[in-house]
């Protein structure tokens, strides 16, 4: 065995063991999280894992070139892969593993794929240097030291690949050369001129610089935001079958813990996620809160999280304090509490992560930890609280004044065994003056189709949103409990909401309550009954130009996306126009996750840098299809000072108009 | 030492109206709450817990349903809570009610030495404002009303600083103690109860004195102790919704006539 | 004939009306000699017919007229036949009837207000005082008597007797110089039990009811607070004091029966003052009181005067003008400043204001504002958003202003006026200058 096989294999050993020793001493962290099964449906887990980590499918879909110059890194890298476990083998055992003991057929046209593909990184690399060093993009804003080291590593593979194989093909060593076309060129017109001696040390020379800044690599790894290399494909793969809309219960056992307020208390997937953040920045680019300004950075809230694991988690694990808190304010490994008051859990962070990672699941844990067990959170909130808890209604007006708006018109009531739909109103469609109007358009359109439905008037009671999403999941859970057995009592199996967070709960919450009902928002509804005949619409002139906003409960949340736009197709006769971020990109009006009762800074709202997108398409109708956005979207308006001839309507205002 | 924190459960009467129609009232699904002027005393009560190290006693007379209140007295933090139930005492107006309470407070301070005790201004059923002063006088305790913030309690020299707010100015006010202290609304905005404590409130055991262990005269307690008596109800005649002068009236001056006419009639204000 | 005789008159069980009770605390409860109510968790009564032996106790004690005797069908056949035969009805009515002592025979005369002052300087509601408290004694035929308790208050005595005292008792040293509980307490209570008035009035402002409280339980009587209405039953000599009860959902008529003297105090500019007549006079009486300044614990350390510059306490005040974006701008808020004024009020506003940057976010009243519960709530260019609701739907009465008739603040107001505010406002200041300026006069 030659000196240089010894002194590779003893290279490689330590190289490897360090390795190992990096991922076991990380991936076990993992392990102190809380229980989640996420080992269900196999066969979905796998399709998902191949269609999204190895299809690349959420990367690419995103800005155009630099998500496909990822792709090109990704697929680069598995076809290297194999060059470079030939080349470690190789390196172990000279004599018994090479490409070249291959046939010719075979071995000419993997190295010939393996040239091409190197060039290829190698030109990706310099396109990533290039940008980040003269266009960086705004998002990716700490840490690129590490994209500099890893890219750096990268070039440096592919260079001395190439000084190999070309010294190798310069010496006439290289039996494949005619199909190594980048190689070949390196090695003719670049190497062929440098001395005889020169050509057989840069031979060594490259080969060990090679093998070093592979083993560098892969040691390295572990440690760099490339971890995702290795952990990404299983996150796609333990990625949630459903849509992420909802947040998981609560044991209220006597003397536990409740919410998120150590790094042990996530579950385990979360703490994986953590380690597969990309560091790519597609979630702040969609946050609503970062882009407006805010603290909150949803990239640096799974940044800070895995920091905290890696900083607490080997004392967490021997049953020891943490030493580093996980909410609080410290430079690196904290969230702080304003962070998470701050996000709208509008969903625009998972929606847009190519790795699945579930941001508001997290924040809202941790929202869960401030409140119930620390009583802290923004003085505004807890008179919402308070309301919800006594009056259940966010403005803690009397409960028997929540059916007053029935005897401004002809309702019927829901009667036991006899109605089959349940038009469940909410607490803004029974109290808002301005939101009652879209209540009694609903009214009108179902009075209209000749169906049978009714409503629970002052028997209706919050389903509890807010509370959720702000994480006062104790009452949530009270709210939640008294509703199931209320509808179980009147044997309620349909019904149809007019707020996108009262569906999104009833459907998605109040399931994990054993309560499976069959909600529809309106829009679904009344779509459904136009196709069924039962309403005719007639496409009624007078709106204008019509731009849609898209609720994030409705839409990211649960895919409702056509049925508002095909409404007011049928409603205005014309498609309505889209702002430049709509549909799975749309941005939050603000008032999701509990902010409709938060207080925000005047200068930087969330509103009216939505009013703004709006204004671009120089509407004379914002339609919308969400109480929460009417009141969202006309103050925003009246903040900007340009209420005069734009009108903000309600879908349902809109379709009454049209009906025949 | 003790605070004593006096507490009362009342039924949330901004849920209580008359009926114009029948004179009844309505008053469907009206629940109990903990009344809220007292909420502020209990949060003083436990600030000053925090700050000097007291123990908080609740302390409340009424039906056996009070529990309740009293649980939500310890889901924020009080360390015990005594319910004051007997039929005795039922029908009690103001002057029976600091009877009972004064007393029993008399019978914790034997036990344990009570510094303060700590009421809301009034309850939102009665209004009456005068059970802590009543409270005050039957001890002879230092009488602190209209509380809108505490200074500085002087364990050493027994001596409490208080800023009261009355019409048109503030007076700071020292004291000995016990002290009984009537608090505003306006002293503190009183804490949210966290999970675990509202759970331990749940099962924690509270302590209930009927009249065999408290042993009062039967004239001095309930409806014989009470001097006063309600003669009748009737509707505050303040229906919602009266459009003074419409858009027709195009006369701001006369509109503005109106309606101090009715203000003064209806003793809302005063022009003298 | 023989057999009617032997009718026994049914007396029928006590029943509670549906939706009449008050939650009164329990009066029925302990009234019942047999033990026979039971409360519900919100307080209302549950009567055990099978042990109620229709003693009436429950029915007369009830405040509200909730419970009524029930007779089964039969029972009311028997009643009906025992009215047609005019028979033994009579007997046992009168037995029952608990006879209460009348005023008459108590000792205890005279009509009493308390002259609250500062610094030698009266407040307004002593006067308002000895206007309701001259009517009852004259109703009562005695003597209307001011008290006045000070140092250096020499002078009330004829502002006394101008507003309408017969006599007037004072007490001038300086342990008395600034009002303190124990001190005038006790002076007030040995008055009291000296001269015997049958009624005390005190104005309800934060000194009267703090020595309200003291004083009637010293005096072991019966205190209503903040009474809105006095009269009296001549015949019993009771005084009716009427007041909001249940947050002012409902008015309650209070009489203190058994007890004397019979106190009240009452809510400052709810009573007329009598016209002021200079020329009056009347009989001074000078009481002495021995306390001792080392005797008193409670020292007071400073009075500092609360103006209405610097941090307004919107949430504690009891008079509102709230300005909306109908105000327009910043300067604006100058009318509704002058109208608070006018009224001894604050100004608050919405939060378009707040944004706008017109006034400061201390001000803003509702949903991520402040809540207020003022007497009067004055929302002038308010629409009323819900989120501006929430922060003031308690208020006792809310006036509203605004152009728009269909804005949805007028849903929730209880007097409304349509119309610009920028006339009204100004209007409302000068009328109401101007009719205290002839009042004061
Ligand atoms: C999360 C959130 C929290 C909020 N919290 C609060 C809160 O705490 N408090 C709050 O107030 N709002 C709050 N709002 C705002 C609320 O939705 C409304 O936008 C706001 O209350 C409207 O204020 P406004 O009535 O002053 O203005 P507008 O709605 O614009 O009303 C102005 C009114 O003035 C009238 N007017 C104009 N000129 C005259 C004139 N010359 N004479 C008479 N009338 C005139 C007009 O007819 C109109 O009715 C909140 C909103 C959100 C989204
Ligand atoms: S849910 Fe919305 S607001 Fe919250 S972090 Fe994600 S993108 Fe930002
Ligand atoms: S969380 Fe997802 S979207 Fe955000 S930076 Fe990480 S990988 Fe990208």
Known sequence: ?660 | MLIVTCIKQVPDTTQVKIDPETGTLIREGVPSIINPFDAHALEESLRLKEKYGFRVLALSMGPPSTEMTLRKALAVGADDAILLSDRAFGGADTLATSMVLAEAIRKISAQEEVALVICGKQTIDGDTAQVGPGIATRLGYSQLTSVDRVDEIDMRRKRITVRCKFEGRYEILESSLPAMVAVLREINRPRYPTVPLRIISQEAELKVWDNRSMQLSEDKIGLKGSATAVRRIFSPDREKGQILAGDEVNDPDQAARRLIEVLVSKNLISVQ | MEEKKRIKKPLGVARLLEGKCIFCGARCQSACPKDCVEMTEQGEPIIDITCCIGCKKCVKICPSQAIEMYFTPEQQRLLDEIARHGAPAAEEEAGQEEVINSASDSGYRGVWVFVEQINGEPAAVSWELLGVGRHLSWQLKVDLCAVVIGEKVQHLCSESFAYGADKVYIVDEPVFRFYRTQPYFVALCNLVNKYKPEILLIGATGVGRDLAGALATCLNTGLTADCTGLGVDEKRRLLMQTRPAFGGNIMATIVTEKNWPQMATVRPHTMHIHEKDPSRSGEIIRERQYIAEDDIATKIIEIIERTQEGSVDIAGADFIVSGGRGMQSADNFRILQELADELGGVVACSRCVVDAGWMPAERQVGQTGKTVRPKIYIAAGISGAIQHLVGMQNSDIIIAINRDKHAPIFEVAHYGLVGDLFKIIPSLTRQLKALRANGKT
Not at chain 1, 176 to 188: D, E, K, Q, R, T
Request: glycine letters at 8%.
């Open chain 1, 1 to 660: 065995m030659s000196s240089q096989v010894l002194l590779f294999s003893a290279l490689f050993a330590i190289a490897v063991g360090f390795f190992l020793l990096s991922c076991y001493l990380r991936f076990s962290l993992v392990t102190i999280g809380k229980p989640d099964n996420r080992f269900n449906e196999l066969g979905q887990r796998f399709s998902n894992m191949l269609l999204y980590a190895f299809g690349q499918k959420r990367v690419v879909t995103r800005s155009y070139l630099f998500g496909l110059n990822h792709a090109v890194f990704f697929w680069c890298f598995l076809i290297l892969l194999i060059a470079n476990t030939e080349f470690l083998l190789h390196g172990l055992f000279p004599a018994s593993v090479s490409l070249s003991l291959l046939p010719d057929i075979l071995y000419f046209t993997l190295t010939f794929i393996f040239d091409i593909v190197s060039f290829f990184a190698l030109v990706a690399v310099l396109i990533a240097l290039g940008r980040r060093l003269f266009v960086p993009p705004k998002y990716i804003d700490a840490r690129t030291y590490d994209a500099f080291v890893i890219l750096g590593l990268v070039a440096t593979l592919m260079l001395a690949f190439f000084t190999l194989h070309g010294s190798e093909i310069a010496l006439g060593e290289e039996r494949a050369a005619l199909y190594m076309p980048v190689s070949a060129f390196m090695g003719n017109f670049i190497l062929a001129r440098l001395p005889g001696g020169t050509l057989t040390a840069l031979v060594t020379a490259a080969w060990w610089v090679h093998a070093v800044a592979l083993l560098g690599f892969l040691d390295y790894l572990p440690y760099s935001k490339h971890m995702h290399i290795l952990t990404s494909i299983p996150n796609c793969f333990f990625k949630s079958l459903e849509k992420v809309n909802t947040q998981p219960r609560e044991e209220f056992h006597k003397g536990s813990a409740y919410g998120v307020g150590r790094v042990d208390q996530f579950r385990w997937k979360d703490l994986f996620d953590s380690f597969s953040c990309t560091e790519c920045g597609r979630c702040n680019d969609n946050c609503p809160a970062t882009r407006s300004g805010k603290s909150l950075n949803p990239r640096l809230v799974i940044h800070n999280i895995k920091e905290n694991l890696l900083h607490n988690g080997r004392q967490i694990g021997k049953g020891l304090e943490p030493a580093l808190p996980l909410i609080g304010t410290c430079r690196e490994g904290c969230v702080t509490e304003t962070d998470l008051w701050e996000c709208t859990t509008c969903g625009a962070c998972m929606e847009v992560c190519p790795v699945f990672i579930e941001h508001v699941p997290k924040i809202v844990g941790m929202r869960r930890n401030l409140v119930e067990m620390k009583s802290t959170f923004p003085g505004e909130v807890q008179s919402l609280f308070e309301n919800m808890e006594n009056r259940s209604n966010p403005w803690g007006i009397i409960p028997a004044e929540r059916g007053k708006w029935v005897t401004e018109t002809d309702v019927p009531p829901f009667e036991k065994n006899q109605t089959e739909c349940l038009f469940y109103v909410g607490c803004t469609g029974a109290f808002d003056t301005r939101n009652k109007r879209n209540t009694l358009a609903l009214t009108n359109i179902f009075n209209n189709a000749g169906i049978s439905w009714g409503v629970l008037g002052k028997e209706e009671k919050c389903c509890g949103d807010s509370l959720r999403r702000l994480g006062n999941e104790y009452v949530f859970e009270q709210m939640a409990k008294e509703n199931a057995a209320l509808f179980q009592d009147l044997g309620v199996k349909k019904i149809v909401t007019q707020c996108p967070h009262c569906y999104n709960t009833l459907k998605n919450d109040y399931r994990q309550f054993g309560l499976n009902l069959d909600v529809s928002h309106y829009s679904e509804f009344i779509l459904d009954l136009i196709k069924a005949g039962k309403i005719k619409l007639k496409a009624s002139a007078g709106l204008g130009r019509v731009v849609y906003h898209d609720s994030c409960y409705l839409g990211r949340y649960n895919g409702v996306y056509d049925q508002p736009r095909e409404l007011i197709k049928l409603s205005s006769g014309h498609t309505p126009l889209e702002m430049e971020r709509h549909r799975q990109r749309s941005f939050c009006c603000g008032a999701g996750g509990g902010h409709m009762w938060m207080e925000e800074n005047a200068d930087t709202r969330i509103n009216m840098e939505r009013v703004r997108q709006a204004l671009q398409q120089k509407p004379d109708t914002i339609c919308v299809c969400c109480p929460y956005c009417v009141t969202m979207i006309e103050d925003g308006l009246t903040d900007l000072k340009v209420t005069d001839n734009i009108a903000v309507l309600d879908l349902s205002e809109v379709i009454q108009r049209a009906l025949v």
